[in-house]
């Protein structure tokens, strides 16, 4: 399972994607999959030349 999950996070290594659209990606996947209430995915970026990006992404349910 570990290594699945690595592995998922490792498939967007090489993509041309934003920091947000990859945790937006992952937020949505996520949600798919567990269909959780609430959920908030944080995106810790450390990209040459050492600049640090923080992306957090929410999602919460409705209720009906």
Excluded: C
Excluded at 28 to 56: H, N, S
């Amino acid at each position: 399972e570990l290594k699945s999950l690595k592995l998922y996070l490792w498939s967007f290594r090489n993509d041309g994607h934003f920091h947000e659209a990859v945790t937006n990606m992952i937020l949505d996947d996520l949600v798919t999959l567990l269909e959780p209430r609430q959920m908030t995915v944080e995106g810790d970026f450390y990209v040459r030349g050492g600049i640090r990006t923080v992306v957090r992404a929410s999602h919460s349910k409705v209720r009906s």
